[in-house]
């Protein structure tokens, strides 16, 4: 019997991945343990290990294929005995590679119906995806040609498919539309729905000549936080924070620390932001907290999320107890974590997890600004430059000092403003009082 292999779910949020590269071939010899894959999703780069010993059948899915779902079928094993020439072409495709790689090609400026282009925006739900003749036997087509079968009106119902396998595929559905056939006298909603909210997300030939730009395809990295930053910023009640702290003690107390620390070790500003923060939570724990539909998750433990600039977007690794972590702990563990965050090497369980998050623009010169939350963190705290500024010392004489501003997003479904405000005065407590993380 042949074995399948399936898309594999790299982490607890996700959908689909890229495949990026396969590691064997047609005819090669598989055994437990052997690398086949590596597989990118929007966070990292990880190779997938055989579970089943085999023979290389067929590669279902092409290298660098985006959107494969999770649990797609991407390849198959014959067994022991079995010839892998008589498997291919026994199993089906995933759907989306099956329609993308049958699909004519389409010039930009070729105008489509509204409503198919909503189809081709957003996958359809998957429990939509099976449909049953009235004889009660499976209909046999792909997730994209159901979804445009139903804005369109047709039922699929007698319909011939050219797809493998006789499976109706979106050109079969297409030339039912053409020529009228298999109409079932009603349309999907989508058709009236407003045109703003429908119409894909790109640039008007009319406005922008194609030829006026560079059109770079979006990887999963930036396809992944787009979503989920737009999902954040509109679902979640945000409200912010403002306040500046001195920053003098704080760098006099790190150049002491570095003085005295292990060779190779090097404390960081940002290091001991990471501290202070961690530090604030225990001392308010409300803070610490997760909005679900159940109730509110108060965790138990500073797991700080550090927000780290990568190509194509950006990644929070996670500094797990760091309450209970020295600074020169904390300063090797970021420092690994961020090194392997730029080459997309992180573990699933080393970027989630957070419950609450830094971002530090201050290297770049930025004075101060906002931040979009990271659900399902209660906080994120953005983190300015330090400068030097005038301020009023403790007899009211015009002194300067090193100032950091600092914005702090809460989640107003869980922290309030009082608690948010309890929570930056601890913060403040450390960072001017340095020593006082120590006790």
């Not at 959107?67 to 026994?90: F, Q, R």
């Not at 924070?241 to 003098?248: A, C, Q, R, Y």
Request: proline share 6%; with cysteine; charged share 25%.
């Amino acid at each position: 019997m042949s074995i399948e292999i399936l898309m594999p779910a790299l982490s607890p949020t996700m959908e689909e991945g890229t495949l990026a590269k396969w590691l064997v071939a047609p005819g090669d010899q598989v055994r437990s343990g052997d690398l086949l894959a590596e597989i990118e999703t929007d966070k990292a780069t990880m190779e997938v290990e055989a579970v089943d010993e085999g023979v290389v059948a067929e590669l279902l899915v092409e290298a660098g294929t985006d959107g494969v779902k999770v649990n797609a079928i991407i390849a198959v094993l014959a067994e022991d005995g079995e010839d892998p020439a008589a498997l291919i072409g026994k199993s089906e495709k995933p759907a989306a590679t099956e329609d993308i790689a049958s699909a004519p090609p389409v010039a930009a400026s070729e105008a489509k119906p509204a409503a198919v282009d909503a189809a081709l925006a957003s996958p359809p739900p998957v429990a939509a995806q099976t449909e049953f003749s009235g004889r009660g036997t499976r209909i046999k087509a792909s997730p994209l040609a159901r979804r445009i079968a139903k804005i369109e009106g047709v039922t699929l119902e007698g319909l011939k498919g050219s797809g493998p396998h006789g499976r109706i595929i979106k050109q079969d559905v297409l030339a039912a539309v053409a020529e009228g056939r298999n109409k079932t006298g009603s349309a999907s909603a989508v058709q009236t729905a407003p045109q703003s909210l429908i119409q894909p997300q790109i640039l008007d030939d009319r406005i922008y000549a194609p030829d006026s730009y560079e059109l770079v395809a979006l990887d999963g990295m930036r396809r992944t936080v787009a979503k989920r930053l737009t999902e954040s910023f509109m679902q979640v009640p945000h409200f912010p924070l403002n306040t500046d702290v001195k920053l003098d003690r704080l760098l006099d107390a790190r150049r002491v620390i570095n003085a005295a620390a292990p060779d190779g070790v090097k404390i960081s500003v940002n290091d001991m932001l990471i501290k202070a923060s961690a530090l604030a939570l225990m001392a308010e724990p409300d803070c610490n907290s997760s909005y679900t539909d159940n109730g509110i998750a108060f965790h138990k433990s500073a797991y700080i999320s550090v927000a780290v600039a990568v190509d194509g977007g950006l990644i929070t690794p996670v500094i797990r107890h760091a309450e209970a972590k020295g600074l020169a702990e904390i300063a090797t563990e970021m420092k690994d974590l961020a090194e392997r965050a730029r080459s997309r090497s992180l573990k699933p369980e080393e970027f989630m997890g957070g419950t609450f998050s830094i971002s530090n623009l201050g290297m770049f010169g930025i004075k101060s600004f906002g931040s979009i939350i990271n659900p399902p963190e209660g906080m994120i705290l953005s983190v300015g430059a330090g400068e030097r500024r005038p301020v009023i010392g403790p007899d009211d004489e015009l002194i300067a000092a090193t100032m950091m501003s600092l914005t702090l997003t809460c989640d107003h479904r869980v922290i309030g403003g009082a608690e948010g405000a309890r929570w930056l005065a601890a913060f403040k407590r450390f960072v001017e009082t340095p020593e006082s993380m120590l006790l």
